[in-house]
């Protein structure tokens, strides 16, 4: 017993792990490792948090901190609604980015710097692709315009659309039967 008691005293003894403090060596114990993530995401939101705890009296501080949270909301949902006015009124939409593509390069860029700066993005490099599909998307406003005014004539309250009054055209065309060289294969392979 006293040799088997020795070589695992060696190996393990004294409350250590010797097994263990060497695979450590090579890789990262996971619970330690797990415990300094967990310490350093805590840390994090702790200084998050320090953020809030000073408590704003002045109706100034209130004001500058609402409209501080106000662009990135309003050119989100403002975005949409342009989606949204797109499909609905397409003719109003199309004049209005008429009036955009009027717009200076300079002024582009200045804009874009503005917009750039203060959502830490590189909004400047890609303005003259914007540009670019703004000439696309307009190149294509009469094709809209024919298809629109071509969809309206079908809409329901366009007189005679919806003529329920039987046509001779129609009835020959739905009596006169046709040839079908598959129904007419078959037909000569039945017994």
């Known amino acids: 017993m006293g040799l ?5 005293t060696g190996i393990f003894g004294d409350g250590r792990n010797v097994i263990v403090e060497t695979a450590e060596v090579f890789r990262e114990n996971a619970e330690n490792g797990a415990a300094r993530d967990a310490s350093v995401k805590e840390q994090a939101m702790q200084q998050f948090a320090s953020e809030f705890t000073v408590r704003r009296v ?23 609604g342009l989606f949204i006015v797109a499909m609905v009124d397409p003719i109003w939409f199309a004049s209005r980015m008429q009036g955009i593509s009027l717009v200076p390069d ?15 993005a590189r909004h400047q490099a890609h303005s003259q692709d914007f540009q670019r599909s ?6 294509r406003v009469p094709t809209v315009i024919a298809n629109t005014q071509q969809l309206d004539v079908l809409r329901a ?30 037909e000569t392979n039945q017994p």
Do not use: C, H, K
């Open 157 to 186: 309250n366009t007189p005679q659309v919806a003529d329920a009054t039987p046509s001779a055209l129609a009835i020959e065309a739905a009596t006169t039967p046709y040839e079908n060289p598959a129904l007419d294969a078959w």
């Open 106 to 120: 300079p002024l582009w860029w200045l804009m874009g710097a503005i917009v750039s700066f203060y959502f830490g």
């Open 134 to 139: 703004i000439a696309q998307t307009l190149a």
């Open 58 to 80: 002045g109706m100034f501080d209130r004001l500058m901190d609402g409209l501080n949270r106000l662009p990135r909301p309003l050119l989100a949902f403002g975005t949409i």
């Open 4 to 8: 088997i008691e020795r070589v695992f």
